[in-house]
């Protein structure tokens, strides 16, 4: 109904335009919104004021003239002009009741725009480093990706969910040794394991197998492999020289290939336990992107060529530096160190200009808030490369903090001291952790209460939207068991009725959700999808309190039903963009 009232004022424009009211070069944004009082209507529009200064006349004036021009509906009861030039629009009785009848046909259509109606979007989502499980802090990033996606699919995007597999770089290669470390004390040897590696109970369940698999085939004595090593922390050295000079020792002593073999078998089982656990949390990619392909099909090579022809690469120090401060970085960056090899900012390159290369209209890229000085360094390179920086959106996501009770629980990968995913989900459930997760905006703090997840009470937001939906559920069970059967057609002809202060503010309520899905896609912000459900779930429990649906009257009952299903159907197909389920019972 909202888009209708901004056609209307459009067409108003036109014809003002073609009056010689307006100049012929004059552009609006028609702004029209749901008022807060009923009162000043249903919707309102400033659009006079907005052409008051084009057109050199005063507010109310240009408002009569809107208001003269408008094109006949029979959605609109009246209008009202109201201060100095505010466009009160009134609905019809029928036009009010339009969002129950549409919510009924259009079932899980409703408020979704046409599948391929809008723009190609490429989304990348989590990527954390296949260097161990995801823990509660990538979960976060996991349930606003995946409900983004939701979202831009319900506005009418196609949208192409993406995981850049980071299976190439310094982290990899720490896992790889770690394992083989652990493989070595698996077969017997006495190793002092590093402080600067990979210590995670999965890090020794994947050496297990590896032993198992492979025997003695892969070990070397404890005293070759830490002979003349740099002194780690604990003995007084640097962990990172330390951890590095093991890598390059991994390395020399297995061979390339048995190396390859070791540090795939890491990624594989990393890699393979990531995937089982987003599905489980009911996350799914299109493509998992590798880093090491921007290698081997010469990506990476032909990026940095970009930039050298365009001048904006230059030799210092024996290394290969990018401009990037001439676009805004606060300082130039390595893209190829001394010894030749490539850096992560390289790949980063070559990955965002394979993205664009691929014609998609906008890419989205959602990484942790500890990567925001990142943005400006990938749009630099961007830039500086002849792309169009601004088809790049990034989103920042704060990593959630997890607590139970007054404890907070540690998540460091490293360490292996840290609340994975799957233990999350085990404890809560899928659906309030993607709930929980996607209450607030992505870039603002949260604090995840165990306790409050899992409670079956009003305060838990999952469990009151999801009982909302439940409730309706029984409705129509007692209708049943009374031996009644809903006619949904004398429903629909008797929704005038419908009279009361809660009936009309459910119906309102149901008639938000279209655009709803719209402005929250546009904001990239599905937080403004949880929130109205709040508000829905809210509008059905106290009229659910307040009044009795199965009446004797039959007319009556089948209005009254007809609108708490319109609300039952939203509350569903809501849910269902953020990735949470609408149980029938509870």
């Known amino acids: ?239 990172e020289t330390h951890i590095d000079a093991l890598v390059d020792r991994c390395r020399g002593l297995l061979g390339e290939e048995a190396y390859r073999q070791v540090f795939d078998r890491a990624l594989d089982t990393v890699l393979d336990d990531i995937r089982d656990d987003l599905a489980g949390f009911g996350v799914t990619y299109d493509e998992w992107f590798s880093e090491r392909s921007l290698t081997s099909n010469g990506a990476v090579d032909q990026g940095l060529q970009r930039l050298q022809d365009r001048g904006e690469l230059y030799e210092q120090d024996g290394a290969i530096w990018f401009r990037s401060s001439t676009y805004g970085d606060e300082k130039d960056r390595v893209v190829r160190r001394d010894n030749g090899a490539i850096t992560y900012f390289a790949s980063d390159i070559a990955y965002h200009l394979n993205k664009l290369d691929r014609g998609f209209d906008q890419i989205i890229d959602i990484w942790g808030a500890d990567h925001h000085g990142y943005v400006p360094r990938v749009k630099a390179a961007l830039t500086a490369s002849g792309a169009d920086a601004g088809r790049l959106d990034v989103r920042l996501v704060q990593f959630a903090i997890l607590y139970r009770g007054s404890e907070r629980m540690q998540m460091s990968t490293r360490s292996g001291q840290f609340v994975t995913l799957r233990e999350l989900r085990d404890e809560v459930g899928t659906d309030a952790a993607r709930f929980f997760y996607v209450m607030r905006k992505p870039e603002q703090h949260l604090d995840f209460d165990l306790e409050l997840a899992k409670s079956r009470s009003a305060e838990n937001p999952v469990y009151y939207v999801q009982y909302a939906h439940a409730r309706i559920c029984s409705v129509f069970r007692q209708l049943s068991e009374k031996g009644l059967q809903h006619d949904e057609a004398q429903g629909l002809a008797n929704l005038e009725r419908l009279d009361n202060e809660r009936e009309q503010a459910l119906v309102t309520a149901v008639g938000q959700y279209p655009e709803l899905i719209r402005t929250a896609a546009l904001a990239r912000e599905p937080h403004q999808l949880a929130h109205y459900l709040r508000e829905l779930a809210n509008a059905v429990h106290t009229y659910y309190n307040a009044h009795q649906f199965i009446v004797d009257d039959a007319a009556l009952r089948d209005a009254r039903l007809c609108l708490v299903a319109s609300a039952q159907r939203v509350l569903r197909n809501g849910l269902g963009v953020l990735g949470v389920s609408a149980p029938e019972a509870m």
């Not at 609006?28 to 009082?37: F, G, L, S």
């Not at 959605?75 to 129950?100: K, T």
């Not at 720490?174 to 083989?180: K, M």
Request: hydrophobic share 40%; charged share 25%.
């Open 1 to 239: 109904m909202k888009n209708q009232i901004h056609d209307l004022l459009h067409g108003a424009v036109q014809q003002l335009t073609r009056d010689g009211l307006l100049p012929e070069d004059t552009q609006v944004a028609i702004q029209v919104d749901r008022t807060k009082d009923k009162a000043h209507g249903d919707f309102a529009a400033n659009t006079a004021l907005m052409l008051a200064k084009p057109a050199r006349r005063k507010p109310r004036e240009i408002a009569e003239a809107l208001v003269a021009a408008l094109p006949e509906s029979t959605a609109v009861d009246r209008v009202e002009i109201a201060g100095p030039g505010f466009i009160n629009f009134f609905l019809s009785r029928d036009a009010a009741f339009q969002p129950v009848r549409d919510a009924l046909d259009q079932a899980e259509h409703y408020g979704h725009a046409e599948p391929g109606s809008g723009q190609r979007m490429l989304v990348e989502f989590v990527s954390a480093n296949p260097t161990g499980p995801l823990h509660v802090g990538h979960g976060r990033g996991a349930a606003f990706g995946g409900a983004l996606c939701n979202l831009l699919a319900a506005a009418g995007h196609r949208v192409h969910r993406e995981y850049y597999v980071n299976d190439a770089g310094r982290q990899m290669d720490i896992l790889a040794t770690s394992v083989w470390l652990r493989y070595l004390e698996a077969r017997g040897e006495s190793i002092r394991f590093p402080d600067n590696g990979y210590r995670g109970d999965y890090v020794r369940g994947i050496a297990t197998a590896l032993a198992a698999s492979d025997g003695d085939r892969l070990r070397h004595p404890a005293a070759t492999v830490m002979a003349d090593l740099p002194a780690d922390a604990a003995d007084g050295g640097d962990k």
